[in-house]
T-cell receptor
Framework: DADVTQTPRNRITKTGKRIMLECSQT?????MYWYRQDPGLGLRLIYY???????NKGEISDGYSVSRQAQAKFSLSLESAIPNQTALYFC???????????FGPGTRLTVT | DAKTTQPPSMDCAEGRAANLPCNHS???????VYWYRQIHSQGPQYIIH???NNETNEMASLIITEDRKSSTLILPHATLRDTAVYYC????????????FGPGTSLSVIP
């Protein structure tokens, strides 16, 4: 089984709809991250969390919200989706003090 | 976190060494150099990191210049499966250890 899973893997939604992307991990890591990737660009950080009670905005948090329901789960919500949120979304985890981040397989989101 | 500069693309013949450069002239003394790679639309994968000394693991070698202003990732015997975008990242490994990815280098391994 994969250490970091994301659901759904692909989603098409309409403008104005609320959508939630979910991330789960079995690595026991405290730290979790949400990134988005647009074609030809690197990854940009949306939100990150260092434990269940700690949520921090990243570079591009506008239009997004997150919830850290448990150590193993970190959800990303788009309250009212817009077309320029069409992107590939990645969840990642890291252990405290670790040099390595582990990434999930990604969710391809299309907003029409 | 210090900014990095990488060539947008490179080619390498299969079986040869791939040498991917990265400039980080504004690196601070407590910042590490990290390399990740992303195979087409998959999640990025950690490769290696270093602070001052050269490092080697089962995937690659990392050569950091003495002044730490640049580094080179070496894949000793590139295979077609090494075709990917390679990201050089410089950051402090502290509590605020978010990773900032730039556009990276797209490496094509050619048969």
């Amino acid at each position: 089984d994969a250490d970091v899973t994301q659901t759904p893997r692909n989603r098409i939604t309409k403008t104005g709809k609320r959508i939630m992307l979910e991330c789960s991990q079995t690595k026991g890591h405290d730290r979790m991250y949400w990134y988005r990737q647009d074609p030809g660009l690197g990854l940009r950080l949306i939100y990150y969390s260092f434990d269940v009670k700690d949520i921090n905005k990243g570079e591009i948090s506008d239009g997004y919200s997150v919830s850290r329901q448990a150590q193993a789960k970190f959800s990303l919500s788009l309250e009212s989706a817009i077309p320029n949120q069409t992107a590939l979304y990645f969840c990642a985890t890291a252990g405290t003090g670790s040099h390595e981040q582990y990434f999930g397989p990604g969710t391809r989101l299309t907003v029409t | 976190d210090a900014k990095t500069t990488q060539p947008p693309s490179m080619d390498c013949a299969e079986g040869r060494a791939a040498n991917l450069p990265c400039n980080h002239s504004t690196i601070s003394g407590n910042e590490y150099v990290y390399w990740y790679r992303q195979i087409h639309s998959q999640g990025p994968q950690y490769i290696i990191h270093g602070l001052k000394n050269n490092e080697t693991n089962e995937m690659a070698s990392l050569i950091i210049t003495e002044d730490r202003k640049s580094s080179t990732l070496i894949l000793p015997h590139a295979t077609l499966r090494d075709t990917a975008v390679y990201y050089c990242i410089v950051r402090v490994n502290s509590s605020y250890d978010k990773v900032i990815f730039g556009p990276g280098t797209s490496l094509s391994v050619i048969p």
